[in-house]
């Protein structure tokens, strides 16, 4: 479904991605891992166009998208969750949703169809606060919630997110890992997903792909991939343990 090839971001002096390739295969959730500073966020950056990349090549559906405006992006389908929720405050929990299935569809709704919609979507992330209320009243799970629920209400095929359960308890959690799972089966969306709470994310990623300073050190099943030295190493021997 998305091929990146050789994808390279130079900050400067600095190369925060370096010769990165990977594939997104239709229907499976992907784990993107790796240390802070390691290139995740910058990698989502160039995939949903908010950064042009260095070289390299993006490929989605067949169709090469690198350096495409994130609008563009989006209405090709892919959406993408920021690591820091901005809602907008002005707006109640379901307006803030109802604008991404507005705007950010490849076909304009109505007011009416955007607000069902985004209904529907707050309902499947089990967002359960008053919908008509501001978003300013959620604690920091309650946010991601919201962030998720705006990338989804544009109707992606495939979904970037980037530490969506950032915030929540260990219950919580669970329950959101199993919530992502849901998403995926009755949206039908492939999900690359960044997290830093491993046990959770390997318990439920088809595949993982490891970066550190910008490179690709390891790619395959969870449970060889936790197993490599290099990503012991890379995690500074810290034991990725799995549930
Ligand atoms: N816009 C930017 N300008 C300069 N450096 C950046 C920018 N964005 C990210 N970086 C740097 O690139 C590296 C990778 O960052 P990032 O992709 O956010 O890592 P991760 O999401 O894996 O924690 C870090 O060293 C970060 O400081
Ligand atoms: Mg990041």
Known sequence: MLTVTNLTKRFGGFTALNEVSFEVNEGEILGLIGPNGSGKTTAFNCISGALRPSSGSITFQGREIAGLTPDAVCHLGIARTFQIPRPFRKLSIVENVAVAAHYGAAERTGEAEARRRAAKILDLVGLPADPEASPMLLGAGGLKKLELARALATGPRLLLADESLGGLDPA????AAEMLK??????????????????????????????????????????????????????LGEKIVLA
């Not at 919580?172 to 329950?175: L, Q, R, V, Y």
């Not at 709470?197 to 099943?221: N, P, S, Y």
């Open 182 to 235: 849901r998403v995926r089966r009755e949206l039908e969306v492939t999900i690359v997903w960044v997290e830093h709470i491993m046990a959770t994310l390997m318990r439920i990623v088809d595949r993982v792909v490891v970066l550190d300073h910008g490179e690709k050190i390891a790619e395959g099943a969870p449970r060889e991939v936790a197993e490599d030295p290099r990503v012991v190493e890379a995690y």
């Open 172 to 175: 919580e959690m669970a329950g």
